[in-house]
């Protein structure tokens, strides 16, 4: 009994906090993208400008988190939900699932204004935003 305690608490020590930043390469201005994950997994969202990644956000499973520094530009929208996330190999080890959001997001700020994004990882009554699944070794880690 002692032992599988230590593993959970090992496990417990390893999973990120919500709204935990585990990569930022490109940010700095003044868009904002809420995450709600109304999943039972934990999740794993990632922006991409381009080519190039520009940050991932840990949301934990029921929960909200935000990016409140989102440089302008148009960005591919990547998520990943699982269980046991694998902070060195930056992946989930159990029931991963990977996908994209098949739109885009604008941001742009201007003198008075700057973008807001709220996106969903789970289905939403009337929701629009539609997604398409990813081959784990096309998605930016």
Known sequence: MRESAAVSQAALAARPGNGKVLYDRISGGEGILKI???????????????????FSLYVRAKSTASFKRVDDGTYTVYFTTGYRFNSSKRKFTKSAVYQRF??????????????????????????????????PKDFPA
């Open 102 to 135: 098949n739109d885009r997001l604008k941001f742009n700020t201007t003198a008075t204004q700057s973008t807001i994004w709220t996106l969903t990882l789970n289905p939403v009554k009337g929701g629009n935003a539609r997604t398409s699944g990813v081959n």
């Open 36 to 54: 709600k994950n109304g999943t039972g997994k934990d999740g794993v969202v990632t922006l991409v400008r381009g080519k190039t990644k520009a």
